[in-house]
């Protein structure tokens, strides 16, 4: 009979330009990790089924037993249905994921998006820990956010709950691919920002990391930081004012500035709210991790496993051996 201690879930976190899986022990820990190109311009549904496929191959040979699989994925996601409505960088539209994943394997397999799914890794074990009403953006190629109401994340009338991203912030501003002018993804998110940069005359292939360590010196990234920080801060009063957040927490490679990211953005809230305090604004304990570690808790809940408080947080600990 298998033991407790062999007992595992399987986490898959699916992005434009990697697939990132890991074999989540029963106690939290990372037994196993792989990553593997999503293959965007090939069939990244075969992609994503086969690396799930091998992430459970592997937990067996590390003698685990998977009891579920969580997938995450960006986009338009019926986690009810287990549906990838839409998803523009993985050319997902309509995609059963839960149906193909659950026949590929026959485990329960939980279907989530993924910064919802890290919204659920921060309220369990990270900066939301606690609370039931709060914020979480995590600020990578584009923006998008998790929005926890009353302990559960939003997903909206059409499954497009917390699509910041294309939230107008400068009227007439710059073009957005959606469409629009002037969104916050543009200005704030790590993509728009390295673009505006070049756009502007700065460092061709700068970063976001790059584009921080040269503020202090470089008039452009100076600029364009200043730019990013001031719509975010903007942004982030317009949620303030409709929901109320207790907390709102930043992820993604822009809070990993510190500082030089998080005073200005938090001036810029404070000075957007005339009447009321802002909430405290705060760095995501997991960063990168985070949507991988929602979807093992996702998948725990999918079978019926419990869920205690702060168990997310072994998963930032070195993989186990």
Same mark, same amino acid.
């Given at each position: 009979m298998t033991q407790p @201690?062999? %007992?595992? =879930?399987l986490a898959v976190d699916v992005g434009g330009t990697t697939i990132k899986g890991a074999v989540v022990? #029963? #106690? !939290?820990?990372? %037994?196993h990790s792989l990553t593997v190109p999503s293959r965007a311009d090939d069939d990244p549904v075969k992609a994503v089924r086969s690396l799930c496929l091998q992430l459970r191959d592997d937990a067996l040979a590390l003698g685990a037993t998977p009891a579920a699989i969580g997938v995450v994925t960006p986009g338009l996601v019926d986690e009810v249905a287990g549906v990838v409505r839409y998803a523009a960088n993985l050319r997902f539209r309509d995609v059963p994921l839960r149906a193909l994943v659950s026949d590929d394997l026959g485990l329960p397999v939980a279907v989530g998006h993924d910064a919802r799914a890290a919204g659920v890794a921060e309220a369990v074990a990270g900066a939301a820990s606690g609370l039931d009403n709060f914020l979480l953006l995590p600020l990578g190629t584009g923006i998008a956010a998790a929005? +926890? +109401?009353?302990?559960?994340? +939003?997903?909206?009338a059409t499954c497009a709950a917390g699509e910041v991203g294309h939230m107008p912030v400068y009227p007439g501003g710059e073009p957005c691919s959606c469409g629009q002018r002037g969104c916050? @993804?543009?200005? $704030?998110?790590? !993509? !728009?920002?390295? %673009?505006r940069y070049a756009r502007l005359g700065g460092t061709p292939g700068a970063d976001s990391r #790059?584009? $921080? #360590?040269? +503020?202090?010196?470089? *008039? =452009?990234?100076r600029a364009v930081w200043d730019d990013a920080t001031r719509a975010l801060g903007t942004a982030l009063a317009t949620l303030t004012l409709t929901l109320d957040p207790a907390r709102i927490v930043l992820g993604g490679g822009l809070a990993d500035a510190g500082a030089l990211f998080f005073d200005p953005v938090r001036d810029a809230l404070r000075g957007a709210l005339a009447w %009321? &305090?802002? &909430? *405290?604004?705060?760095?995501?304990?997991?960063?990168?991790?985070?949507a991988q570690v929602g979807a093992a808790i996702m998948a725990r809940r999918e079978a019926g496993l419990p869920v205690p408080e702060g168990w997310g947080t072994a998963a930032l600990?070195? &993989?186990v051996a």
């Open positions: @201690e062999d %007992r595992c =879930v022990g #029963d #106690d !939290g820990h990372i %037994r929005v +926890v +109401v009353h302990g559960a994340p +939003v997903p909206g916050l @993804e543009v200005y $704030a998110s790590a !993509g !728009g920002l390295a %673009r #790059d584009i $921080a #360590d040269a +503020v202090a010196t470089d *008039p =452009v990234a %009321r &305090p802002p &909430p *405290p604004v705060l760095r995501s304990a997991f960063g990168a991790q985070a600990a070195p &993989p």
